[in-house]
């Protein structure tokens, strides 16, 4: 039904089949959630050979007894396969624990209280710090700022990855900016794959920004193709060593969503500068890494060849998954303007928008029914969506049929805000 030429009766009749429709929902007690990008128990599954998998041999291929004290930035093995991961030298990786986002905090904590270049250059002792984030985007990034008091400043994404106009333009005019989050490769939640200009222009920001100004790049999904014709990521550090900016970028990366969520390895990859001074502050904190865990990944995954055969399989489980929420959503919105959506072609996520005003209204009415979705606005700063429109769905952990069965709910959740708005109106 095309709602803009629907007269007033057609309009409470299609109300009143849509709320009936709810209540059927409702009356079922579902209890779904599509809130967070994890892997499935499936998923898990895959990496369960981790388990044992050492048998007993705990020496790393230079005869380091991982079960030690030691080995700060990681054991050689991981280092390897992170280069890999994140196309920069070998010398250029520190290797975690399994959180790239505890990485992530650790950068910003060492931008911020202490600095990349001296006790100077902390960004605390400037009057102002700022940071650009593209939006939608990622909600926790967004914490991270928050948490040191930073203030955040949107720009938009466009198919291309962030509008680099606009953030050329911000950082030549406001020195007080010293960073941007970049989620280059199957953005989320939109599920963009930035071009090799755009990535160009990104490397290029550390010559027009203010001082010690630096992009946080947070490589995530760059393993997680749906389909195996995915074209490379060009490589930033690249386009870093051509314009002399090397020191403007810190990458990260893991394994998370590769083999166990909560027990994986992380990476991070810098340039020797910045590196000295996150192991100067990170030797503080810590002797050392779990380098058994590192060394079971390296024995799971000996070379990429092995890590991307593994993940084809990933890709094997997620896409029935992803397929059911488009063919929902191409079935309910694709003739009419109640909805729009980015069909990604990796990644954990579908990133969809309401009509203006909505998407609150449509979360609640999910929940109501039994669906559980992230709440609205948590892919803007501050969880303000100014809009309110943007809904982040997550379908990667509910069995196939549970996925269609929530996409049905949400569905009428959309329809049923819809009508509400305009015979409010």
């Given at each position: 039904m095309d709602l803009n030429q629907a007269s007033q009766e057609q309009l409470q009749q299609w109300?009143?089949?849509?709320?009936?429709?709810?209540?059927?929902?409702?009356?079922?007690?579902?209890?779904?959630?599509?809130?967070?990008?994890?892997?499935?128990?499936?998923?898990?599954?895959?990496?369960?050979?981790?388990?044992?998998?050492?048998?007993?041999?705990?020496?790393?291929?230079?005869?380091?007894?991982?079960?030690?004290?030691?080995?700060?930035d990681g054991i050689a093995e991981m280092k390897a396969l992170g280069s890999e991961i994140l196309s920069v030298p070998q010398d250029m990786i520190l290797v975690g624990g399994n959180s790239s986002l505890t990485l992530m905090f650790q950068a910003m904590l060492q931008a911020y209280s202490f600095g990349y270049a001296g006790p100077n250059s902390a960004w605390q002792t400037q009057e102002k710090v700022k940071f650009i984030c593209p939006v939608p985007g990622y909600d926790r990034h967004f914490t991270i700022c928050e948490h040191f008091g930073i203030e955040m400043l949107t720009v938009t994404m466009d198919?291309?990855?962030?509008?680099?106009?606009?953030?050329?333009?911000?950082?030549?005019?406001?020195?007080?900016?010293?960073?941007?989050?970049c989620v280059p490769k199957y953005s989320n939640p939109t599920g963009t794959v930035y071009s090799s200009e755009t990535i160009e222009r990104i490397a290029k920001l550390g010559n027009i920004a203010g001082e010690g100004f630096r992009?946080?790049?947070?490589?995530?999904?760059?393993?997680?193709?749906?389909?195996?014709?995915?074209a490379a990521l060009p490589a930033i550090a690249d386009f870093c060593k051509q314009h002399g900016t090397e020191d403007s970028v810190l990458q990260f990366a893991s394994t998370s969503k590769v083999s166990f969520a909560g027990a994986g390895v992380a990476f991070m990859a810098a340039s020797p500068a910045n590196l000295a001074a996150f192991k100067a502050t990170l030797s503080v904190a810590s002797i050392g890494p779990d380098k058994v865990n590192q060394l079971r990944h390296a024995k799971l995954f000996p070379d990429m060849a092995s890590l991307k055969a593994h993940m084809v399989k990933h890709a094997?489980?997620?896409?029935?998954?992803?397929?059911?929420?488009?063919?929902?959503?191409?079935?309910?919105?694709?003739?009419?303007?109640?909805?729009?959506?980015?069909?990604?072609?990796?990644?954990?996520?579908v990133s969809f928008d309401t009509r203006p005003g909505l998407a609150k209204r449509v979360v609640e009415l999910a929940a109501e029914a039994g669906v559980k979705l992230t709440p609205a606005g948590a892919t803007y700063p501050y969880g303000n969506d100014p809009q309110n429109s943007n809904i982040r769905i997550a379908p990667s952990v509910p069995k196939v049929d549970e996925v269609d069965l929530a996409m049905q709910v949400f569905v009428c959740a959309v329809k049923l805000a819809s009508v509400e708005q305009i015979l409010a109106a």
């Open positions: 109300q009143a089949q849509l709320q009936q429709d709810f209540e059927n929902f409702k009356a079922q007690g579902l209890k779904l959630d599509i809130t967070r990008g994890k892997p499935s128990s499936a998923q898990l599954d895959l990496s369960n050979h981790l388990d044992g998998i050492l048998g007993g041999d705990y020496s790393s291929s230079n005869g380091t007894d991982v079960r030690n004290y030691g080995g700060l198919e291309n990855g962030p509008d680099m106009d606009q953030v050329e333009a911000m950082v030549t005019a406001d020195p007080s900016i010293k960073g941007m989050w992009v946080f790049w947070d490589n995530a999904y760059v393993l997680h193709d749906l389909n195996a014709d995915a094997d489980l997620l896409r029935p998954r992803f397929e059911v929420v488009l063919s929902r959503l191409v079935e309910a919105f694709g003739d009419n303007d109640l909805g729009q959506w980015q069909s990604a072609a990796g990644g954990y996520f």
